[in-house]
Nanobody, 128 residues
Framework: VQLQASGGGLVQAGGSLRLSCAAS????????MGWFRQAPGKEREFVAA????????YYADSVKGRFTISKDNAKGTVYLQMSSLKPEDTAVYYC??????????????????????WGKGTLVTVSS
């Protein structure tokens, strides 16, 4: 199983960036995928999650209205479109895959422990 995150880089405040997470090695059709981020000296925090099967989404309050998570089933890829970026969005962004289905309860997907697989991160730096 491999999750490959890409798309990070340096962007000015107010700008946009799209991250990709390519999943391979097994079928993820029943999984939920999440994006987390970790800023220097801070704990890894939840950003957004999406269901592979029906596309339902869930966001952290800090990114609602600015970030959009989406998927392309044919490509086996999950995206994180980030807009109106702020310096405080600077972090290494990680994607994860969670096998257990909690139904309509999305709160477990904001916890790192819910995820079974993780990819290496991609660095996003937002300059002021």
């Amino acid at each position: 199983v491999q999750l490959q995150a890409s798309g990070g880089g340096l962007v000015q405040a107010g700008g946009s960036l799209r991250l990709s997470c390519a999943a391979s090695g097994r079928s993820f059709s029943s999984y939920r995928m999440g994006w987390f981020r970790q800023a220097p000296g801070k704990e890894r925090e939840f950003v957004a999650a999406i269901s592979w099967s029906d596309g339902r989404t869930y966001y952290a309050d800090s990114v609602k209205g600015r970030f959009t998570i989406s998927k392309d089933n044919a490509k086996g890829t999950v995206y994180l479109q980030m807009s109106s970026l702020k310096p405080e969005d600077t972090a290494v962004y990680y994607c994860g895959a969670a096998a257990y289905a909690y139904g309509s309860n999305w709160s477990p997907y904001s916890r790192r422990s819910t995820y079974d697989y993780w990819g290496k991160g991609t660095l996003v730096t937002v300059s002021s």
